[in-house]
């Protein structure tokens, strides 16, 4: 299984909050989907999953070219973590006024992330078991994932880079295992990155 965030947006190059905002991938982003869709290339994908704001699908859609599947399939349960009225807003400063995201007023907590991201991949038991998936999601989500099927509680203040992907692999019934996390594409030599 894939776990991979969409590309860079500028509100990412502006270290903003995203949640439900549905930016575009910028110049950047865009680069980064496409070697992150080469870099994937080869690995046998059955399906991809994503969010259905804007960065998520662009980013699925060019993993689902290079992988010759049709089109991605939309999953709210992968949407941005809801930031509320502070979506937009420079997460430094969210977290200078309320001492961290969780403790600002009227945005989603981790547990409702961590759920509804655990119950999709619950429901896609099946199809993991006849091959290898991919799901497309959001910073805040990743961390959820990814701290909870590889059992790490070390991921509270990581930030998975834009375009980066994780591999997990499942070993049991309800066992993972992490065999990657947050790999990005490399730049071709001398190409600038703004």
């Known amino acids: 299984m894939l776990l991979v965030r969409h590309g860079r947006t500028a509100l990412n190059a502006g270290d903003r909050l995203r949640g439900r905002l549905d930016p ?69 400063e969210v977290i200078e006024q309320w001492g961290s995201i969780d403790a600002a007023p009227g945005i989603e907590s981790r547990a409702s992330v961590a759920d509804r991201a655990g119950r999709l991949l619950a429901g896609r038991r099946p199809l993991l078991e006849r091959g290898n998936i991919a799901f497309v999601t959001h910073d805040a989500v990743l961390r959820e994932l990814v701290g909870t099927v590889a059992a790490r509680t070390d991921l509270q203040d990581h930030h998975f880079r834009t375009a980066g992907w994780s591999v997990i692999e499942r070993v049991g019934p309800d066992e993972w295992r992490l065999l990657a996390m947050d790999r990005t594409a490399r730049e071709p030599e001398g190409q600038e990155r703004s």
Do not use: K, M
């Open 24 to 92: 575009p991938l910028d110049r950047v982003g865009l680069a980064e989907v496409r070697r992150t869709a080469q870099a994937l290339a080869g690995q046998s994908l059955l399906a991809v999953f994503c969010s259905p704001l804007r960065r998520a699908v662009q980013t699925a859609e060019a993993i689902c070219r290079v992988a010759n599947l049709g089109e991605p399939r939309l999953r709210e349960e992968l949407l941005d973590r809801d930031y509320g009225d502070w979506a937009g807003e420079p997460e430094s």
